[in-house]
T-cell receptor
Framework: KAGVTQTPRYLIKTRGQQVTLSCSPISGHRSVSWYQQTPGQGLQFLFE???????NKGNFPGRFSGRQFSNSRSEMNVSTLELGDSALYLC??????????????FGPGTRLTVT | GNSVTQMEGPVTLSEEAFLTINCTYTATGYPSLFWYVQYPGEGLQLLLK?????DKGSNKGFEATYRKETTSFHLEKGSVQVSDSAVYFCALRLIQGAQKLVFGQGTRLTINP
């Protein structure tokens, strides 16, 4: 079974631009979560989707948004990029939500650099 | 709130040494506990987990025991290898609630031959 895939793997953008990152969960997984990883703040939760609905949101500004499609694939969008948005963005999928017995499986991440 | 505190790194050991990485947590509810490992240039891999007090998670020679009385989940391995060099993250997730993981700051481990 294929793992979680994220595209693109690397991205360079300029301040003020917007970016869209994509995540394809493991087949059969319906929950997708996004995390931001930076050297200074570590791993921080962005949001979680299940059945095309956002179920939980972290403490990030409204410039960060996401969505989930009927096939469980998810995208996250960051508008008006700032230098501080440079990070590794990780996607994780799980069979379901609201049940901690279901493990989260992480993708390799998208490395975003904002210049 | 919910938080995880790990021992500060980096940690450098010789091959075959004993490893301990300390992890303590604060949680408003009853959490499941996890150790994830991140190799250079890769995402996170689940190393082991424990879902209730006194449970011991184990995998690839690593072990951690869920200690509710000390709110701890320390990672141990009896004999480390060069291939264990990576960053290790302790994390919690509340049993009732969303899939959100709360991570510690990570501990970078380097094993020298």
């Amino acid at each position: 079974k294929a793992g979680v895939t994220q595209t693109p793997r690397y991205l360079i953008k300029t301040r003020g631009q917007q970016v869209t990152l994509s995540c394809s969960p493991i087949s059969g997984h319906r929950s997708v979560s996004w995390y931001q990883q930076t050297p200074g703040q570590g791993l921080q939760f962005l949001f979680e989707y299940f059945s095309e609905t956002q179920r939980n949101k972290g403490n990030f500004p409204g410039r960060f948004s996401g969505r989930q499609f009927s096939n469980s694939r998810s995208e996250m969008n960051v508008s008006t990029l700032e230098l501080g948005d440079s990070a590794l963005y990780l996607c994780a999928s799980s069979l379901a939500w609201r049940d901690s017995s279901y493990e989260q499986y992480f993708g390799p991440g998208t490395r975003l650099t904002v210049t | 709130g919910n938080s995880v505190t790990q021992m500060e790194g980096p940690v450098t050991l010789s091959e075959e040494a004993f490893l301990t990485i300390n992890c303590t947590y604060t949680a408003t509810g009853y959490p499941s506990l996890f150790w994830y490992v991140q190799y250079p240039g890769e995402g996170l891999q689940l190393l082991l987990k424990a879902t209730k007090a006194d449970d011991k998670g184990s995998n690839k020679g690593f072990e951690a025991t869920y200690r509710k009385e000390t709110t701890s989940f320390h990672l141990e391995k009896g004999s480390v290898q060069v291939s264990d060099s990576a960053v290790y993250f302790c994390a919690l997730r509340l049993i009732q609630g969303a899939q959100k993981l709360v991570f510690g700051q990570g501990t970078r481990l380097t094993i020298n031959p």
